[in-house]
């Protein structure tokens, strides 16, 4: 049973590119989270989604980020026009139908995003 | 807004001590609260889960203790050994949330 798969591991991008990550989640696994990590700073919440429904999106920020988690494929967070301060650390999470009180969040090994 | 602190920042023990980290959240209301360990250039891995209900779990070497009432969680590592040395992270989730909140690790290294 494969683990959550994120790619690309590393991703390089210029200024007013746009970002395409993308989560595979653990088998059986139909709930998608994507948190983010910048420098020096904890994981910060951005996206919670079911297959085609975001559940919760209030740590994403307003403008040029967008997140969707199709009925086939993998979710996609995409960041259009990318700035210097979009760098950081992306992780995607995974779980089963509702975490309950017993329930571990599985991470993938991350998108590391550098814009330069 | 509920807040994660953990406390030290960073820790260096020689090998074979025991140690204890702390973890302290400012909302008492949580569903339960999670030990991660991330390696660098890694992902993160779950090390314990306490729910709200309980007081404390034990994986091998592990040991977590959770005080909802005072907001503090330890982490206690016994034997401590080099392949220990990453960044420990303390996260809790509210009940009717679906988020993690994080505090920002604290980063342990054993030496040999």
């Known amino acids: 049973n494969a683990g959550v798969m994120q790619n690309p591991r590393h991703l390089v991008r210029r200024r007013g590119q746009e970002a395409r990550l993308r989560c595979s989640p653990m088998?059986?696994?139909?709930?998608v989270y994507w948190y983010r990590q910048l420098p020096e700073e904890g994981l910060k919440f951005m996206v919670y989604?079911?297959?085609?429904?975001?559940?919760?999106e209030s740590g994403m920020p307003k403008e040029r980020f967008s997140a969707e988690f199709p009925k086939e494929g993998p979710s996609i967070l995409r960041i259009q026009q990318v700035v210097r301060g979009d760098s950081a650390a992306y992780f995607c999470?995974?779980?089963?139908?509702?975490?309950?009180?017993?329930?571990?969040?599985?991470f993938g090994s991350g998108t590391q995003l550098s814009v330069l | 807004k509920q807040e994660v602190t953990q406390i030290p920042a960073a820790l260096s023990v020689p090998e074979g001590e025991n140690l204890v980290l702390n973890c302290s959240f400012t909302?008492?209301?949580?569903?339960?609260l999670q030990w991660f360990r991330q390696d660098p250039g890694k992902g993160l891995t779950s090390l314990l889960l306490?729910?709200?209900?309980?007081r404390e779990q034990t994986s091998g070497r592990l040991n977590a203790s959770l005080d909802k009432s005072s907001g503090r969680s330890t982490l206690y590592i016994a034997a401590s050994q080099p392949g220990d040395s990453a960044t420990y992270l303390c996260?809790?989730?509210?009940?009717?949330?679906?988020?993690?909140?994080f505090g920002k690790g604290t980063k342990l290294t054993v030496n040999p």
């Open positions: 909302d008492s209301a949580i569903y339960n």
């Open positions: 989604l079911q297959k085609e429904n975001i559940i919760d």
């Open positions: 306490i729910q709200s209900s309980q």
């Open positions: 996260a809790v989730i509210k009940g009717g949330s679906e988020k993690l909140v």
């Open positions: 999470a995974s779980s089963p139908p509702s975490l309950s009180g017993n329930e571990k969040l599985f």
């Open positions: 088998k059986g696994h139909s709930h």
